[in-house]
């Protein structure tokens, strides 16, 4: 589950691993403070040339309570997962005001589905019990599951992460390589431009959100006739993100990206090309399962911001909740793909809460 959610990029890429040994979790705290010190030294060089040459300055605010939407709505996924699978009877799933509600039927599987909702974590490694990510109260039957307030914070510093790296990426395609971007608080993001005078121009770039969706394949023409007559009214034109190749696909019967938990960039094991790598949670690995099972043979594709990622045809029902997107990708291309995946799901939007133009000190 999404509790608690690893701090940064580097863990992230560790999500879903069992952790072999002490070493390695030593080796992941080096390169996320590596990562903290590059950024660190990038931000004095940025705030030395604002001073020197003039640009602006932004306070970004991810959203802290889509966040724990997002939070409690993964918790409610991974519990009826927990109670599908181990066949558990119970009544009255719900969300109720930050906090799942169930009935279980037989009150002795009660400590059962708890143990399945919190992971071990790497207490076996550590020799200490980690605190819960959840508090869990009972009342007339209903067992109340809420995350803790650590959680939450845990949370929204991985969403702060996330959002950093979402928005070093997107400035870099805007070619404004001078940036620097640094978490700044609990819940904002500071961002430097040197020589960027028109901060508005930034702004407008993360005013619209990452699209990612899933959509299938029109099969009823090709897609040269679409390009010459039109497309139907219930498909579009879309071209690849990669090689530029035009793609007849359907407005409805997809689903969006929202439902994505995590991507990362990596190789395949077949080809050892480089591909970006996804996972759902549980309510879109539902919907992927149904979608993929009724249109076996049948072709879909991986859209983001209306840029055809991949259209692979459809096999056999993917049931596990995870995926592979390769296209040609250089390992950049790779990395780029996935930090979009994970930029398109993230909750919420970006806030401008402070806008500033500087000029150049005068000596």
Not at 126 to 135: C, E, F, G, R, V
Not at 188 to 207: E, H, K, N, Q, W
Not at 274 to 285: K, Q
């Amino acid at each position: 589950m999404t509790i608690p959610a690893a701090r940064t990029r580097t863990a992230a890429l560790l999500a879903g691993l069992v952790l072999a040994s002490l070493p390695l979790l030593s080796v992941t705290a080096s390169a996320d403070a590596q990562l903290d010190k590059m950024r660190a030294t990038n931000a004095a060089n940025a705030a030395k040339a604002l001073e020197a040459q003039g640009g602006s300055r932004i306070v970004f605010r991810v959203d802290a309570a889509a966040q724990r939407e997002a939070v409690v709505s993964d918790m409610r996924d991974d519990l009826y997962r927990t109670l599908r699978e181990g066949r558990i009877p119970y009544s009255g799933l719900a969300i109720n005001n930050g906090g799942i509600e169930v009935k279980l039927n037989d009150a002795r599987d009660r400590d059962r589905v708890l143990a399945k909702l919190v992971p071990p974590g790497e207490a076996k490694f550590l020799q200490a019990k980690p605190p819960s990510p959840i508090d869990v109260s009972d009342s007339g039957g209903v067992t109340r599951i809420v995350p803790t307030p650590a959680a939450i914070a845990d949370n929204l510093r991985d969403l702060v992460g996330q959002s950093v790296d979402m928005i070093e990426q997107r400035l870099r395609n805007n070619s404004l390589k001078q940036a620097a971007v640094l978490p700044d608080g609990a819940d904002r993001i500071r961002v430097l431009l040197p020589g960027v005078t028109d901060p508005d121009r930034v702004t407008a770039i993360f005013a619209k959100k990452v699209r990612v969706s899933i959509r299938l394949v029109d099969v009823s023409m090709s897609v040269e006739d679409a390009l010459k007559a039109g497309a139907p009214s219930g498909a579009d034109v879309l071209y690849g993100y990669k090689d530029k190749q035009a793609y007849l696909v359907l407005k409805d019967g997809g689903m969006d990206g929202d439902d994505i938990i995590d991507a990362s960039p990596g190789f395949s094991s077949a080809t050892r090309e480089p591909i970006a790598s996804f996972r759902f949670n549980g309510r879109g690995t539902r919907r992927f399962a149904h979608i993929t099972a009724e249109n076996i043979g049948k072709p879909f594709a991986i859209v983001l911001d209306d840029k055809v990622l991949s259209a692979p045809i459809i096999r056999e029902p993917i049931t596990g909740g995870s995926g592979q997107i390769s296209g040609n990708f250089t390992l950049e291309d790779a990395n780029t793909v996935a930090m979009m995946l994970r930029a398109g799901a993230l909750p919420g939007r970006l806030t401008v809460v402070e806008q500033q133009v500087v000029e150049p000190a005068k000596h």
